[in-house]
Nanobody, 121 residues
């Protein structure tokens, strides 16, 4: 069984910073991409950023230049450094990874339970 546990959410004023962390544990053989999605009130869950196994990262336009995604593959951990936060960044942030549990197994998507980020104006 695979578990993703997020930490680091909270309440911050506009212009402030937060750092989210997510550690993957359980029956994992290899992780492909790791990243973050978010879901604001009344919205669907959307991609924020992800990083591949070779360190290539990608961001949604709304966070480019403000957020940085990184990973520590030795620790199966992905981070999201969020700077210059805006009220519109308020959402539940979900950790995601695409991984397989054995050498010849298929890749599946796994999700954390989410962590709330609230940015006040």
């Amino acid at each position: 069984q695979v578990q993703l546990v997020e930490s680091g959410g909270g309440l911050v004023q506009a212009g402030g910073s937060l750092r989210l962390s997510c550690t993957v544990s359980g029956s994992i053989f290899r992780i492909n991409t790791m990243g973050w999605y978010r879901q604001g009130p009344g919205n669907q869950r959307d991609l924020v950023a992800y990083v591949t196994s070779i360190g290539t990262s990608n961001y949604v336009d709304a966070v480019k230049g403000r957020f940085t995604v990184s990973r520590d593959s030795a620790k199966n951990t992905v981070y999201l450094q969020m700077n210059s936060l805006k009220p519109e960044d308020t959402a539940v942030y979900y950790c995601h990874c695409n991984a397989r549990g054995s050498r010849y197994g298929q890749y599946d998507d796994y999700w954390g339970r989410g962590t709330q980020v609230t940015v006040s104006s």
